[in-house]
């Protein structure tokens, strides 16, 4: 079985600022530079079969280059479970929720189920698990957390590892966007 997600990766100076901004919540696990992205569509375990149908549905995808910054923190509780996440806002979310539209709807010419949940586009700063402390503080503290506009040009296409230490993300296929 394969563990698939589509996102987009910021560069490098946008990940260490984001990382420069973590901390402040006691047993927060906080993301490290290889797990910071912005995800476009959940795929879930598949097996290998639909997993090269993924990849190849995401190569029909066309869109333009995506131009945005970071705006704001966030957090989502755990949706009646315990803990939740602490988040970095983007903006602007249209272009995002566009092209989270047209992946969608290549996922599900592909044979995938249509996407669910509404889309908010956001980087996981952190996952928050039942004892970990307040976000509060976090989110007054970095609740102006900003940055210059950065261009994202191409779509990635991961598999997630999980193990005992967390998940570990590993780039399959890349997309290149303004083709």
């Known amino acids: 079985m394969h563990r698939l997600f589509v996102a987009l990766r910021p560069p490098a100076d946008i990940r260490a600022m984001l990382l420069d901004a973590m901390g402040g919540i006691a047993r927060a696990r906080w993301q490290d530079d290889e797990q ?28 333009a280059a995506i131009t945005l910054s970071i705006a704001g923190v966030g957090a989502f509780d755990g949706g009646g479970r315990p803990g939740g996440a602490v988040w970095a806002g983007v903006a602007p979310r249209e272009p995002l929720a566009a092209l989270h539209r047209k992946v969608d709807a290549a996922l599900v010419r592909a044979g995938l189920p249509p996407e669910r949940r509404a889309y908010l586009p956001h980087i996981t700063l952190a996952r928050l698990s039942r004892g970990a402390g307040s976000p509060e503080r976090f989110l007054a503290e970095q609740a102006m957390l900003a940055s210059a506009p950065f261009t994202l040009g191409h779509i990635l296409l991961y598999e997630s590892h999980l193990s005992a230490g ?14």
């Open 166 to 179: 967390g998940a570990t993300y590993e780039a399959v296929a890349r997309y290149p966007l303004g083709r």
């Open 36 to 63: 910071l992205h912005l995800t476009l569509r959940y795929v879930g375990e598949v097996e290998r079969s639909v997993a090269e149908d993924v990849a190849a549905a995401l190569g029909t995808v066309h869109a």
